[in-house]
């Protein structure tokens, strides 16, 4: 079910929250913590329910595993570490299965001339958050971090609905204790007012503005062999966009709909666009994961406890497992590595004492981000290399009415202005007003210091009723598929 | 202001406000979604072809003949098809349509119980590129779009709430207010209005050279950029199950590939990619079934009299097709328009 659906804000969320509180009412506590996960699972289950016992056997697996975990160690027959390690092999092997053997496979018929018929596995949605979220588990079980919790606390750990098929990728320390928590089990007007302002945000980012990002972008990535300058710029810019607010208003919604049910979850974006270095963009874009990746991967390398060769490899190698995290394919990896070097040169840099002014910082993060960007979209290298070569040596076309006015080359004809993207000069407007949104407030900032106004009342009416209007469009959001 | 009251608030003020737009595009009903026009509007301004011509198909009888195709297929005159093969003919073309529609559309009359006598399609050479998407209203429409039902569900609310709806809601009620008397776009046989009322299948004397330079090299340009790498197999697949429901239901089916203004044709027959793509195509639809092909040089296509623009013939043209195609004895056509190619 997408958040973004007539069904989950009509049915679904009301009907959740309403029987939920219902059940708290009456104090059939552990009632309303079984029927949130029951509709987690529906929830879940509404995509494709094949992939349920999927979900439920990984948290089983899991739970009982992290218990063990946490005996004693002299009453256990197998060494603590044996078991973390089949814990976290299992996790993986089970995300590899389904996420990378095709693209193990073809690789494997590439370079060894095989013809291994490929699997075409559908990817079971959620698994790589699910997965990351529960080898965290294991981890801190292993290093005796974790308390003793019941199998429903764990199961709504996993399942809960506004996390668990785009993240926040939640840590069990900040989210077991919120479930556990009495405070949490009666309605409380501040969350529902501020989940419902940060909901509305998020819809209408998603909705209003990534969405009319997409179309553009869909169609300068299908037509990347073609592009003219205006054009290819105006696609990879339309992309860095899309992927910002479609994100971002998902954690949004997602941030909105917990808070409704009083769990605060951790937040994902802090305006990374505004970020005036590589190191900065990694602290404020899809923190969740820079922070699992930072704890359970660069850390447990080493990070920067074994001089700076080592350092760097650790750098590069979290990004590289970040990049195909994302997506099994050699243009998620090199998006990767390009982010892992960015970061090893800005080390270098700030070790040398180098300053450089905070606007020439930020254009060139800037525009390094949108680069890279252009790898992470493409279906291939083919594609992004087309884009690319178009946004740095495409043909330069002037509007026709432009070159009317200047009164240029009035015979000649320069080619399509912005007909390759399916755009009319709205698409600059859009662009600007972005440009100008990303420098203000955001959206968490507003939230956190949100206050019932008629004013912000008026506001967000008005978004959400735009939002709903604009609703019709067939669109999951980026992040559903990896 | 409390958070409750601000909750309370902020529920009412989009709910009444959706209420409110939900009932008054429910009253115009500007796509004809409903059995009831509350407000006798004769002109239902609906900016989806596919929409209104899926709900004309819905609440008439069965036609005889159905006409399939894109914006080239729609200028042309259904009367013209009724002529020579009697019955009624609706005219179900739909802009940019792909064979995906064509067979939307005959599956649809199928679980109609409607499916006709005569189906005639127009096919573009364009629309069978493999990188050619497919259209995005098709998929929004969920009677026609037999590839994903779960996608085109959303679009009957959307036909009641969104920002579409209201405004071809707005934008009838005033056409309504303003003339009373209008006609729709589309005529009850599903032409465009001016194309209904041409009979005429008389050869043009005169050649005007009407496209301006600028018209002429844009199309040309589009076409040389297009990246037409193969032939959707996908779309060739499509046509042969609509030949396969047409011998399953005794139905006759005709088809055609559509003509292009002929200093057009030209610049494909001088692209060695886009040539070699337009001699597969017509040697794969030859293979599933026999085809009418006015993709060539002739001195009807070469007159641009003859075309609304480059790529888009006129309702003149659409008769002198259907004359070609249903054998008119009445007027000598150049050889090589509308060669029988089986």
Avoid at chain 1, 348 to 358: C, E
Avoid at chain 2, 219 to 229: G, L, V
Avoid at chain 2, 279 to 294: A, E, N, S, T, V
Wanted: hydrophobic residues 45%; proline residues 3%; charged residues 20%.
């Amino acid at each position: 079910m997408l958040f973004n659906s007539y069904e989950f804000i009509f049915a679904f969320l009301p009907l959740t929250f309403f029987i939920y509180f219902y059940l708290l009412h009456k104090r059939l506590i552990v009632g309303a913590k079984a029927f949130l996960v029951f509709s987690s699972l529906f929830f879940y289950s509404w995509w494709n329910i094949a992939y349920l016992p999927l979900i439920l056997s990984s948290m089983l697996f899991n739970y009982a595993l992290g218990n063990t975990l946490s005996y004693d160690s002299k009453k256990l027959k197998i060494s603590k570490k044996t078991i973390l390690t089949f814990g976290i092999i299992a996790n993986v092997v089970l995300l590899g299965y389904f996420k990378y053997s095709d693209f193990f496979l073809e690789n494997f018929n590439l370079l060894f001339g095989a013809d291994v018929p490929l699997l075409h596995l559908a990817l079971p949605l959620a698994i790589s958050f699910f997965t990351f979220q529960q080898i965290a588990y294991l981890v801190d079980s292993y290093r005796g971090e974790t308390k003793e919790y019941d199998f429903l606390n764990y199961a709504l750990f996993v399942t809960f609905f506004p996390q668990l098929i785009a993240g926040p990728i939640v840590h069990h320390k900040e989210m077991m204790p919120q479930f556990a928590s009495r405070w949490n089990l009666v309605k409380r007007y501040k969350n529902i007012a501020a989940g419902l302002f940060i909901f509305s945000i998020g819809l209408f980012k998603k909705v209003v503005i990534a969405d009319s990002f997409s179309v553009w972008v869909n169609a300068g990535f299908n037509a990347s062999y073609c592009l003219n300058i205006i054009e290819a710029w105006a696609t990879s810019l339309s992309y860095t966009f899309q992927l910002y607010f479609d994100f971002s208003g998902y954690t949004d919604m997602a941030i909105g709909a917990a808070l409704l049910f009083n769990i605060k979850l951790p937040i994902n974006f802090n305006s990374p666009y505004k970020a005036l270095d590589i190191q900065d963009f990694w602290r404020r874009w899809h923190i969740t994961l820079s922070r699992f990746l930072k704890e359970y991967i660069y850390i447990p390398l080493g990070g920067n406890r074994k001089g700076e060769f080592r350092t760097y490899t650790n750098l590069l190698l979290t990004f590289l497992i970040g990049g195909i995290w994302h997506g099994a394919g050699w243009t998620f990896l090199l998006w990767g590595l390009l982010h892992g070097l960015a970061l090893i040169i800005h080390r270098v840099w700030h070790s040398l004492g180098f300053r450089l002014n905070k606007l020439l910082a930020w254009f060139i993060t800037f525009n390094f981000i949108n680069i890279t960007w252009v790898f992470f979209r493409a279906k291939d290298f083919q594609e992004a290399l087309n884009v690319l070569h178009s946004m740095f040596f495409g043909e330069l076309v002037i509007d026709y009415h432009l070159r009317e006015k200047l009164h240029l080359f009035s015979d000649d004809y320069f080619g399509p202005w912005l007909q390759h993207i399916n755009a009319t000069n709205e698409i600059f407007l859009w662009i600007l007003i972005t440009f100008t949104l990303l420098f203000t407030k955001n959206s968490i900032e507003y939230m956190r210091s949100f206050k019932p106004t008629k004013l912000n009342l008026l506001f967000i009416s008005l978004i959400t009723i735009y939002a709903l209007l604009d609703m019709n469009k067939v669109s999951e959001f980026i992040y559903f598929n990896f | 202001m409390t958070y409750k009251r601000w909750t309370l608030y902020y529920f009412t003020i989009p709910l009444v406000t959706i209420t409110a737009i939900f009932t008054f595009n429910f009253i115009i009903d500007p796509y004809s979604m409903t059995k009831y026009n509350l407000l006798e509007i004769p002109n239902k301004f609906a900016r989806d072809d596919r929409v209104e011509k899926v709900a004309k198909l819905k609440s008439s009888p069965a036609f005889d003949n159905i006409v399939l195709g894109s914006s080239r297929v729609y200028s042309s005159n259904p009367l013209m098809v009724s002529k020579y093969l009697g019955g009624s003919t609706y005219n179900a073309g739909v802009g940019t349509a792909r064979v995906e529609d064509d067979l939307g559309f005959i599956l649809f009359l199928q679980k109609l119980n409607k499916l006709p006598k005569n189906i005639i399609i127009g096919l573009d050479f364009y629309s069978f590129n493999e990188e050619l998407e497919t259209n995005k209203y098709f998929l929004k429409n969920e009677d026609l779009n037999f590839l994903n039902k779960k996608i085109a569900k959303k679009n009957y609310i959307a036909n009641f709430l969104s920002i579409d709806a209201l405004r071809a809601s707005y934008k009838t009620l005033s056409n309504f207010i303003k003339h009373p008397d209008a006609k729709p776009r589309f005529d009850k046989n599903g032409a465009s209005q001016n194309a209904s009322k041409i009979f005429n299948i008389s050869l043009k004397t005169t050649d005007p050279d009407k496209f301006s330079n600028e018209e002429l090299k844009k199309e040309i340009n589009f076409i040389k950029t297009i990246s037409y790498k193969k032939i959707s197999k996908q779309r060739l697949l499509y046509l042969q199950k609509i030949t396969k429901i047409a011998r399953e239901h005794n139905i006759n089916l005709y088809l055609y590939l559509t003509p292009i203004y002929g200093k057009l044709l030209e610049e494909i027959q001088q692209d060695q990619n886009l040539y070699i793509q337009l001699l597969k195509l017509k040697q794969k639809i030859r293979k599933i079934h026999p085809f009418y092909d006015f993709m060539t040089q002739n001195s009807i296509t070469n007159n641009s009299a003859y075309f609304n623009n480059p790529t888009h013939f006129t309702s003149e043209s659409g008769n002198l097709i259907y004359a070609k195609i249903f054998h008119d004895k009445n007027i000598t056509l150049p050889k090589e328009f509308g060669v029988y190619t089986k």
